[in-house]
């Protein structure tokens, strides 16, 4: 047998839910949380998460080698990465992603494989109607997490996307299909001249709300309700973003939201489509094509692509000129200019 050839590598790919999971309980508990107030010691976090005897030391060492955590002698105390993203009272915190993938996508993921084989969703509408979002929707406590992790998943995309486009030659944006309102407060905090709003379902119009008060901005940054599905014409502004909308959709879907943005834009204006874009070989990005698979697990006929696909639609509706620009991770921005 060839001495390089070692099965080490696969077994970890195998078994690397292991320490997924492991993660995704303690933010579900909020370990870091408690410890960004101060170190801890192994009794008091205990104690203070009813964890057994049996788990506290393996579940709290696992964290450690995962650089979650430090530890010195039996106290513990958040890394510097855990305590600026996974502190839910930060406003960096990016668990509200983890906590929507621990309460929902783990156990929806574990259906991959009837997924696989029938094309179906396997998440709150299996075996339900064409809208993901309408069964999703039906539990206010489903709406607002699932809100909040998009806030988790776009907050810094959104704060790249203030540095990484020419704002200063727009006054007026708004995110289509906006969620809580992270890119477009991240846009308005970024540029003061801009006004900003978020078009949603209306059962998102409070979450929103609440998040732009949070963040001061009431003044500037509005919410317009609606259905783009059903609306005839989308809001008009300078700039649209859809921010992970097109990939939510089959592409016939797709093709109608990037021909009504088109048509909502003046001359000259912009869309920005941002997605976690798949490299347009299919060989690398694999969170990219990861995010496709779960687009099958949540909606009847969604998919991610590739920029160049992107690309290549908005030319068909009729953009004049296309570019494709990363953001960050495995975020990128399709730019179409009118
Ligand atoms: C995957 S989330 C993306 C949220 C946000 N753009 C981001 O990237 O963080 C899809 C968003 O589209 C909204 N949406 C779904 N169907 C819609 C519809 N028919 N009309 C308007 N918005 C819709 C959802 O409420 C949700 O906020």
Known sequence: M????????????????????????????????????????????????????????????????????????????????????????????????????????????NNLTEALKTGEPQNESKGGGPDPFAAMYADPENLRRFLKAMTGISTASGTAMAEAFPWKDYTSVIDIGCAEGAVPVALAKAHPH?????????????????????????????????????????????????????????????FELLQKAYEALPDGGALIVYEALIDDDRRTNVFGLLMSLNMLIE??????FTGADCQGWMSIVGFSETRVQHLLGPDYMVIGIK
């Open 2 to 109: 060839d001495q390089e050839l070692n099965p080490q590598g696969i077994l970890e790919l195998g078994l690397s839910f292991w320490a997924s999971k492991a993660f995704l309980s303690s933010v579900e508990l909020g370990i870091y949380t408690s410890l960004a107030a101060g170190p801890k010691s192994r009794a008091e976090l205990a104690t203070e998460f009813g964890l057994h005897p049996r788990s506290a030391v393996d579940f709290l060492d696992v964290l450690v080698a995962l650089s979650l955590l430090d530890r010195e002698g039996d106290v513990y105390s958040n890394t510097v990465l855990a305590d600026t993203f996974l502190d839910r009272n930060k406003p960096s915190y990016v668990g509200g992603m983890l906590e929507m993938a621990n309460a929902r996508l783990f156990g929806f993921w």
């Open 194 to 254: 801009l006004t900003a709003s978020g078009y949603d379902l209306p059962p998102v119009g409070p979450v929103f709300t609440e998040f732009v008060a949070e963040h001061g901005l009431s003044d500037r940054v509005t919410f317009q309700p609606g259905n783009f599905l059903e609306d005839a014409a989308l809001p008009s502004a300078d700039v649209l973003v859809m921010g992970h909308i097109l990939h939510d959709w089959p592409f016939e879907t797709k």
């Open 299 to 304: 909606t009847p006929g969604g998919f991610d």
